[in-house]
Nanobody, 119 residues
């Protein structure tokens, strides 16, 4: 079983910055892709950014140029540096990982961390 634990959320003024972190633990052989999703109240959960084991990244159009995703493969961690935050970035942010563990392939979600951007 693989567990993901996020940290770093909070309240920030528009234009400010926050860094989210996510650590994966458990019986992990390898992690292919680590991603950040977000979900605002009453809306669907959307992909924000992802990074593969090879370092390829993807960003949603709404965060390009403002957010940066990075990972430490040795520590099984992923971070999301968020700059120039806007009120519309307010949401619960979830870490998601896909990989292989001792019992086979896994897909795991973190519990979420709240980001609130005030105008």
């Amino acid at each position: 079983q693989v567990q993901l634990v996020e940290s770093g959320g909070g309240l920030v003024q528009a234009g400010g910055s926050l860094t989210l972190s996510c650590a994966a633990s458990g019986s992990i052989f390898s992690i292919n892709t680590m991603s950040w999703y977000r979900q605002a109240p009453g809306k669907q959960r959307d992909l924000v950014a992802s990074i593969t084991s090879g370092g390829s990244t993807f960003y949603a159009d709404s965060v390009k140029g403002r957010f940066t995703i990075s990972r430490d493969g040795a520590k099984n961690t992923v971070s999301l540096q968020m700059n120039s935050l806007k009120p519309e970035d307010t949401a619960a942010y979830y870490c998601f990982a896909v990989g292989r563990g001792t019992t086979g392939a896994f897909q795991s979600w973190g519990q979420g961390t709240q980001v609130t951007v005030s105008s």
